[in-house]
């Protein structure tokens, strides 16, 4: 996908995938990036999920 910004713009293209390379290096070093009121609201949707009946 890197190549379609690339083949538009040179520069672009290659600050994209710089970009893409440091998130990737950023995200290494997270172990979990949800929130205990996320964890808790995720449950919550669980339990309340139910099957749909087909039409």
């Known amino acids: 996908m890197i190549e379609y910004f690339t083949k538009a713009?040179?520069?672009?293209?290659?600050?994209?995938?710089?970009?893409?390379a440091k998130v990737g290096e950023m995200e290494k070093d997270?172990?979990?990036?949800?929130?205990?009121?996320?964890?808790v609201a995720t449950d919550k949707e669980k339990r309340m999920g139910h099957e749909a009946d087909p039409y």
Do not use: N, Q
């Open 30 to 39: 997270i172990k979990h990036t949800s929130s205990a009121a996320t964890d």
């Open 9 to 20: 713009d040179e520069d672009y293209g290659k600050r994209i995938k710089e970009g893409i």
